[in-house]
Nanobody, 129 residues
């Protein structure tokens, strides 16, 4: 059974940090690129950070660049999102996703056209002011 299971969400004060994890199973981890997406109440889901297991590349949207860091542990089949200097506008449900893309930037620019292979169920992050 294919699974992406997120963890690490919670309630945190503005300016603090959280680390999200995404454990993958049921498919070949190294064959995919991964992304972290988020959806705030009343807003569309947006991709914010991507990493490729194939070439190690990463890609960030401007809204999180410099504050968030995506990484992968191939031995544990796990993707991480280190979130620093959190802001109230970062409040959202965060989703992990896997796609058959050769690089992080390709996934970031092409997923809306070609889709995502696997989605996690999400973990809620709430940032209080």
């Amino acid at each position: 059974e294919v699974q992406l299971v997120e963890s690490g969400g919670g309630l945190v004060q503005a300016g603090r940090s959280l680390r999200l994890s995404c454990a993958a199973s049921g498919f070949t981890f190294d064959d995919y690129a991964y992304g972290w997406f988020r959806q705030a109440p009343g807003k569309e889901r947006e991709g914010i950070s991507y990493i490729s297991s194939r070439d190690g590349s990463t890609y960030y949207t401007d809204s999180v660049k410099g504050r968030f860091t995506i990484s992968a542990d191939d031995a544990k089949n796990t993707i991480y999102l280190q979130m620093n200097d959190l802001k109230p506008e970062d409040t959202a449900t965060y989703y992990c996703a896997a796609g058959d893309y050769r690089s992080a930037q390709v996934m970031a620019t092409m997923y809306q056209k070609y889709g995502i292979d696997y989605w996690g169920k999400g973990t809620l992050v709430t940032v209080s002011s």
